[in-house]
């Protein structure tokens, strides 16, 4: 089955530094990938989503990136404030077809914005 | 809009013991999935319905746990007998169709 690393497990910033967060996956057919946010003693909640058929996706401060070839996939969070402190999950659904039923994930980053 | 209701919050329970989880999806949404979360790690799928049918329950350990989906709205995902491995956050999901995700707030579950 799928499997999915994530780095770093945490990650300390100046608010306005940015931040990166990078994951790998092992299955070449897989082509979904979400980012979840999850702070504390709530579920997670999507932020942004890729496909495999597009290599960067954009939303005000958040960007993902995406390298089917390396099987590399990146959380980018410029200008970063207090709020989003959080961890933060990758994932990739598992086999074709872009369902996110069978999503596997990584096993989180610990992001803390310093004000 | 309510979002994904689950309860209890919390849950301390003796092992041996059996223990009960609801949820209540959005409504409208046909397909609901039961995940565990283990302290430190990311969310795994136990079991995802479509309306009242479990169409994937390959992760789920059916020798302690059983879930339901009456009527294709609410479910309960019950453990019995409980075990000191089973503490962990049980987070309910629901989506229309494979859209987007939405997750409840989960239920703490404590085994001692």
């Known amino acids: 089955g799928e499997n999915v690393e994530q780095h770093p497990s945490t990650l300390s910033v100046q608010e306005g530094d940015s931040a990166v967060i990078k994951c790998t996956y092992s299955?070449?057919?897989?082509?979904?990938f979400p980012w979840y946010k999850q702070e504390l003693g709530k579920g997670p909640q999507l932020i942004i989503d890729i496909r495999s058929n597009v290599g960067e996706k954009k939303d005000q401060r958040i960007a993902v990136t995406l390298n089917k070839t390396a099987k590399h996939f990146s959380l980018h969070i410029t200008e970063t404030q207090p709020e989003d402190s959080a961890v933060y999950f990758c994932a990739a659904s598992e086999g074709s077809g872009g369902s996110n039923y069978k999503l596997t994930f990584g096993k989180g980053t610990l992001l803390t914005v310093n004000p | 809009e309510a979002g994904v209701v689950q309860s209890p919050r919390y849950k301390i329970i003796e092992k041996k013991q059996p223990v009960a989880f609801w949820c209540n999806p959005i409504?409208?949404?046909?397909?609901l999935y039961w995940y565990r979360q283990n302290l430190g790690q990311g969310p795994e799928l136990l079991i995802r319905?479509?309306?009242?049918?479990?169409?994937?329950d390959s992760q789920l350990p059916k020798d302690r746990f059983s879930a339901e989906r009456l009527k294709g709205v609410d479910s309960t995902l019950k453990i019995q007998p409980a075990e000191l491995g089973d503490s962990a956050v049980y987070l309910c999901?629901?989506?229309?169709?494979?859209?987007?995700?939405?997750f409840g707030s989960g239920t703490q579950l404590s085994v001692l």
């Open positions: 319905y479509e309306n009242e049918e479990a169409v994937d």
């Open positions: 299955d070449s057919a897989s082509n979904y």
């Open positions: 409504s409208g949404h046909n397909t």
């Open positions: 999901a629901s989506s229309l169709g494979f859209g987007e995700l939405f």
